[in-house]
């Protein structure tokens, strides 16, 4: 079945530094892929998505690029802040097809230090 | 975007007894998911709950253990039944569809405690 692998976390970094997080995704069909952002204490928010290959997600100065020939989807960031400290979850889903919910990876934590 | 509330935000509960969650969407929607997070674990789906028809359930999730119902496109409840201490998670109820289109949004979670 689908499923989506992230890199282990958790991954810590002093203010300004650049970010990547790495995703790869299995997929039968052609499935949209997801960026989620999950705030100490809080829930669950879309940070980006694509839906399509070569499409760029970008929102906050975060950035993914649907990446069809190497199946992944990787999240990246010039200058990290203090505030984007949170756990990042990479998913795909198949919206076109009715019924069919998001598929998780397993989060990474990220940790910004000033 | 969907806005969605979910009751209670938090509970803790004695073992062996029943609590149901409420979902309530803004705006009318398609497709309902319940998903459960556990303590510092990614989200796995329960069951999508879709109006007029009875709940998928994923592998390892019962209708017996989590009744679902979605009475309408805009609400749906989750009882997570004969509690025990494994149960402890945050629920979390998405949607999809409607205005919600191509995209999932989330609840704010309920984190269930069980003692």
């Known amino acids: 079945g689908d499923s989506v692998t992230q890199m282990e976390g958790p991954v810590t970094l002093s203010e300004e530094a650049f970010l990547t997080i790495n995703c790869t995704y299995t997929?039968?069909?052609?499935?949209?892929l997801f960026w989620y952002v999950q705030y100490p204490g809080e829930g669950l928010q879309l940070l980006l998505k694509?839906?399509?290959?070569?499409d760029k997600g970008s929102n906050k100065g975060f950035e993914a690029t649907y990446r069809k020939e190497t199946t992944s989807f990787h999240l990246e960031k010039g200058s990290v802040q203090v505030s984007d400290s949170a756990v990042y979850f990479c998913a795909l889903s198949d919206l076109n097809q009715a019924g069919t919910a998001l598929i998780f990876g397993k989060g990474t934590t990220l940790s910004v230090s000033s | 975007s969907a806005v969605i509330s979910q009751k209670p935000s938090r509970d803790i509960c004695q073992r062996g007894t029943s609590l149901t969650i409420q979902c309530q969407v803004d705006s009318q929607v398609t497709m309902m998911f319940w998903y459960r997070q556990q303590p510092g674990q990614s989200l796995t789906l329960i069951a999508t709950a879709n109006q007029g028809s009875e709940a998928t359930y994923e592998s390892g999730f019962v209708i017996d253990k989590f009744p679902i119902s979605r009475p309408n496109l805009t609400f749906s409840t989750l009882t997570v039944s004969n509690m025990s201490p494994e149960d402890s998670s945050i629920y979390l109820c998405?949607?999809?569809?409607?205005?919600?289109?191509?995209?999932?949004?989330f609840g704010p979670g309920t984190r269930l405690t069980v003692l």
């Open positions: 998405s949607v999809a569809g409607g205005r919600a289109y191509n995209e999932q949004f």
């Open positions: 694509a839906t399509k290959a070569d």
């Open positions: 997929a039968t069909g052609y499935p949209s």
